[in-house]
T-cell receptor, first 114, second 113 residues
Framework: ETGVTQTPRHLVMGMTNKKSLKCEQHLGHNAMYWYKQSAKKPLELMFVYSLEERVENNSVPSRFSPECPNSSHLFLHLHTLQPEDSALYLC?????????????FGPGTRLTVT | GDSVTQMEGPVTLSEEAFLTINCTYTATGYPSLFWYVQYPGEGLQLLLKATKADDKGSNKGFEATYRKETTSFHLEKGSVQVSDSAVYFCALTNAGNNRKLIWGLGTSLAVNP
């Protein structure tokens, strides 16, 4: 595997379910990101991790819970979601979180909340 | 705050047509400007960038010039191919906002054979 991978690629969940999204980067980067991509809206930065430490949390509801156990893996734990949370969730990584380095994106997880 | 505005799509062209996707920005200071591309079923990829005024970014036949006087970074390609069908995003980073990527809404391009 190369680059940034995300699993699952598609997920349908009910509002009472608990699920997790997984991201893995094979680039040796130290920063990882979660974004939400919704139709007709700009990409929304949700969380930023640098060396496994959360450095940014952009007013994301607590029903989204990130976890970064090491610099190669990032999870987004989901519980009691709302239909408006349906979107494409993108993971990205970069050499560091300063903003000087290019971000590399995974293919995303298409989430549908029913 | 900083913002990016790009032309609404979808844009539909025939193969070998000339492409322009307009992008303008609002930012203080001297932002860096980017074009990202998202092919169907894939994540975003950096297409090109420019970090100072009058710089021209180029890649895969695409070009964009950083115009500070018009606060623009329009994407152009002289002859599009079917394989260029994708969504194109204009974005900026700025030291004043900790270099977070600020995104446009994206412009969908469909190229017909």
């Amino acid at each position: 595997e190369t680059g940034v991978t995300q699993t699952p690629r598609h997920l349908v969940m009910g509002m009472t379910n608990k699920k997790s999204l997984k991201c893995e980067q094979h680039l040796g980067h130290n920063a990882m990101y979660w974004y939400k991509q919704s139709a007709k809206k700009p990409l929304e930065l949700m969380f930023v991790y640098s060396l496994e430490e959360r450095v940014e949390n952009n007013s994301v509801p607590s029903r989204f819970s990130p976890e970064c156990p090491n610099s190669s893996h990032l999870f987004l734990h989901l519980h009691t979601l709302q239909p408006e949370d349906s979107a494409l969730y993108l993971c990205a990584s970069s050499q560091d979180a300063t903003g000087f380095y290019e971000q590399y994106f995974g293919p995303g997880t298409r989430l549908t909340v029913t | 705050g900083d913002s990016v505005t790009q032309m609404e799509g979808p844009v539909t062209l025939s193969e070998e047509a000339f492409l322009t996707i307009n992008c303008t920005y609002t930012a203080t200071g001297y932002p860096s400007l980017f074009w990202y591309v998202q092919y169907p079923g894939e994540g975003l990829q950096l297409l090109l960038k420019a970090t100072k005024a009058d710089d021209k970014g180029s890649n895969k036949g695409f070009e964009a010039t950083y115009r500070k006087e018009t606060t623009s970074f329009h994407l152009e390609k002289g002859s599009v191919q079917v394989s260029d069908s994708a969504v194109y995003f204009c974005a900026l980073t700025n030291a004043g906002n900790n270099r977070k990527l600020i995104w446009g809404l994206g412009t969908s391009l469909a190229v017909n054979p």
